[in-house]
DNA sequence: TACAGTAGTGAACATTCGTTCTGTCGTGGG
DNA sequence: CCCACGACAGAACGAATGTTCACTACTGTA
């Protein structure tokens, strides 16, 4: 090969992550000839035939529509630490990706996202409208956050034991421990979070 | 109205959500009438403007392709405190896969994932080994939760005014404001933070 | 310097797309 | 009973789509 351009092909594929953010969806040939500058189609389509080959996209099984791949989704993982040389350099440092999903959701068919309301365990870094990601088992040991169901309500805290029985533990001192006379219910386990901040 | 049936509809929606989860697309009219037993393409037209009507689609803002609004990813559990049917009833189809990377990043291509090192943001509720989404861009506001680079290295602090000139706040008090004697130059902008907890 | 591989051009083509219109059928309210 | 309304059928239409092919411009290598 001669004149591949890899550079090229990564502006224009963070041009179509854009895109793809925006809109949710991949454009036709024609607008992606708009969007980089191209004046024919075919320039679309062979753009779009290297970025699958590289996995950046595939057909849907469905019908041939293109649709994101695997790669798409992938972010660059920027290190604190270690910096070297400009700060540009880090962002194509080391080729470390990252895929949010796959880093949260392990086991998607038993993971729920939870909305969290109140500060009962802001000491815990939880904060109000972060949003935890909730496993769902039933198996849960002391010193895992929960999501417990008490008094058919959701409720968010540390599954801790008090003298041999299970009690749930915020983190605020503002707040009570619950001591549940009946049985606890236990919905899931915290296994992550997510938070988002204002634009 | 005389006929309106809203449990088909959400059959219908059901259908439409699998489908995207396999395919990562809308289906064409042609499609829709296929899967759902129309034999006209008007049908399915009109199944999507009721269900755009209801939230959970939308027009592309670039052209006029159907997109998923913000209900098509909707987690049945968005009310923690609404719980009436049993606890399965809440178990959903997959499809959420990409609904965390979504909901975090807006700007892909000037986003990137820089994990935290050190508890300076601890008060903020950002923890030692926690992953922010941080946005490039030079363009902080005070109050801005930012990465800056101090010293050669990487610094994640709440960016502030102090007698007119810009400081670098940390949420701990174990740790100083720093007061940089040059310009301060900002790596970007924290959008969201990403946290896994041990299994 | 000559060559080979790659990015992009420009036009033609059949196919598929969304839209629109008229018409049929069943249901629920007056 | 009748009538209005909503869901769906069915066909027609222009616009947009993806594919293909021959061609040009550039660039690094032998």
């Known amino acids: ?3 591949a351009n890899p ?9 179509l992550r854009d895109y793809y953010a925006e809109n949710r969806r991949i454009p036709s040939f024609q607008r992606i000839a708009e969007l980089m500058g191209f004046a024919s189609k075919a320039a679309a389509s062979k753009l779009m035939d290297r970025l699958a080959h590289a996995g950046f996209f595939e057909r849907a099984p469905d019908d041939d529509a293109w649709v994101p791949g695997e790669r798409f989704f992938e972010r660059p993982l920027a ?31 038993r993971t729920v996202m939870v909305p969290v309301k109140g500060d009962s365990m802001i000491d815990a870094g939880i904060h109000d409208g972060d949003i935890v990601v909730v496993v ?3 198996a849960a040991n002391a010193g895992d ?3 417990a169901i008490v ?5 968010l805290k540390e599954l801790a034991l008090e003298r041999g029985k299970f009690v749930l533990k915020p983190h605020n001192p503002a707040y009570p421990i619950i001591r549940p006379q009946g049985e606890l219910e236990i919905f899931g386990v915290v296994s992550g979070l997510v938070r988002r901040y204002r634009d």
């Not at 550079?7 to 041009?15: H, M, N, S, V």
């Not at 008094?151 to 409720?155: G, K, L, M, S």
């Open 7 to 15: 550079e090229r092909d990564a502006d224009y594929l963070g041009r």
């Open 79 to 109: 290190e604190m630490a270690v910096r070297a040389g400009a700060p540009d350099m880090i962002e194509a440092s080391q080729g470390q990706l990252f895929l949010v999903d796959r880093y949260l959701v392990r086991q998607p068919s």
């Open 1 to 3: 090969m001669s004149a």
């Open 151 to 155: 008094d058919n309500e959701f409720t």
């Open 145 to 147: 956050f929960v999501v």
């Open 136 to 138: 769902r088992t039933k």
